[in-house]
């Protein structure tokens, strides 16, 4: 099976523009979460979609939002891009049968903000 | 709310050494908790969960709920064990992994 693909791969945006990052799952698996990686925080969970429907969310503003297609492909938007903003941004997918399931991650997209 | 603590940003051990990554929990319920490890020019990948007690490349990790820690721990070290390790912890089952800051372990020849 194809492994988790992350598009574009890297970004360059300036403050104030948006972005939106697309997140392929492996076929078959329904939940995509995202995670934010930065140097000094670390990797800091989004959000969760399942469905279609977000069943998890992280402490994140409201400038990030995601959604979730009935392809199981996901989506996250960034509006109104700050400084801090820039991060690696990994999603990761994972079947969901029983209580937890593996999650896979993707090679993450490389936001940079100017 | 949920915490994960890794001590140690670097550690550095020889060959055939044994090692330990330090890791510590905080979360007053029933946690699920993992080892991410992550080699150089590669994905973000699962090496062991508490619940499945098993040994993957030869590192083990036990889950203490007393001290609230989940060390990951291998006998002889070997120079392809050399990669970033991160801790996480779930709650509740659900699909959210809260990770602690990682530890880089390098595996001097």
């Known amino acids: 099976k194809a492994g988790v693909t992350q598009t574009p791969r890297y970004l360059i945006k300036t403050r104030g523009q948006q972005v939106t990052l697309s997140c392929s799952p492996i076929s078959g698996h329904r939940s995509v979460s995202w995670y934010q990686q930065t140097p000094g925080q670390g990797l800091q969970f989004l959000f969760e979609?399942?469905?279609?429907?977000?069943?998890n969310k992280g402490n994140f503003p409201g400038r990030f939002s995601g959604r979730q297609f009935s392809n199981s492909r996901s989506e996250m938007n960034v509006s109104t891009l700050e400084l801090g903003d820039s991060a690696l941004y990994l999603c990761?997918?994972?079947?969901?049968?029983?209580?937890?399931?593996?999650?896979?991650f993707g090679p993450g997209t490389r936001l940079t903000v100017l | 709310a949920q915490r994960v603590t890794q001590p140690e940003k670097l550690l550095s051990v020889f060959k055939g050494a044994p090692v330990e990554l330090k890791c510590n929990y905080s979360y007053s319920g029933s946690p699920e908790l993992f080892w991410y490890v992550q080699y150089s020019r590669q994905r973000l990948q699962l090496l062991l969960r508490h619940i499945s007690r098993e040994s993957i490349k030869g590192f083990t990790a036990d889950l203490n709920k007393g001290e609230t820690s989940f060390h990951l721990k291998k006998p002889f070290a070997q120079e392809e064990d050399s990669a970033m390790y991160y801790c996480?912890?779930?709650?509740?089952?659900?699909?959210?992994?809260?990770f602690g800051q990682g530890t880089r372990l390098t595996i001097n020849p």
């Open positions: 990761a997918s994972s079947l969901v049968q029983g209580k937890y399931n593996e999650q896979f």
């Open positions: 996480a912890l779930s709650t509740q089952g659900a699909q959210k992994l809260v």
């Open positions: 979609y399942f469905s279609e429907t977000q069943r």
